[in-house]
């Protein structure tokens, strides 16, 4: 049966080493010149409603180098933008192609589209979740700290999609979580108390020094994310006092990495002394969806198990 990525809440934990493995096989033998071609003779779909950097070049570089073709869409240039139904575009594309990354405001959407869909959909972000993101962010913070069971996590700023994934991520994971976000700005409540039931280490405090207290990584997003940009004026003064800077940090531990998934604005979430400064491992976890999107492109379409290999 396919499978897709449209929440991280819907893989098991042995679904989310086994992306660990691979992305971590896949950029090792990358940096050692070895090239590997299991998507060889297949097309990747990239259907983009909203702007993307990363996500798409990294999904569009990680079928490349696999040997394959993406074929980037702006969902504007679509039958969909004339409401063709999302369902008969998801029959037709399952005929042309072998896998389908998603970028788009509804999560519902997408959920649809997946549904209808004969081969494996990608979230590549909604309004309500940014799964592959927060993968290579995992990732990210495996290298960097070797373990996740007794890491303590800090998510600074709004409740929004990459908030909701790394509540995911953390019920079925099992670690540390604590979110600081103005009350107005909390993540879904639904979402939230669901997680709690799991894993009772994930909180909502209101003060950004109680969650990053101690934390072994700190992580921040934009106060405004795409959609919400007629909010951006009123959203900086509720922010205000939610900005990763030197100061926070020295209530962390000694070690703390800080992670931003980007594009960052200086001196509003994070000051530019930190973005840049010897804590932030943000260019990593940038080049590590590169690596992690390879691993999902090859585990969904070629059922590559790396756990036995
Ligand atoms: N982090 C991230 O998803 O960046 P893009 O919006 O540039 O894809
Ligand atoms: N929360 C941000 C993430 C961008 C990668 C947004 O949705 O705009």
Redesign the pocket.
Known sequence: MKKDILTLAELEKADFERLFQRAAELKARHKQGIRDRSLLDKSVGLIFEK??????LSFEAATIQLGGTPIFISAADTQMARNEPVEDTARVLSRYLDAVAIRTFSQTLVEDFAAAADIPVINA?TDDH?PC?VLSDLMTVLEFKGRLEDVKIAWIGDGNNMANSWIDAATVLGFELVLACPDEYAPHEELLARARDKNQRIRLVSDPAEAAAGADVINTDVWASMGQEHEADSRKNVFASYCVDSKLLEVAADDVIVMH???AHRGEEITAEVLEGERSVVWDQAEN?LHMHKAILDVLISGHRAATK
């Open positions: 702007p993307s950097t990363r996500t798409r972000l940014h993101q998934c980007l594009p969806k």
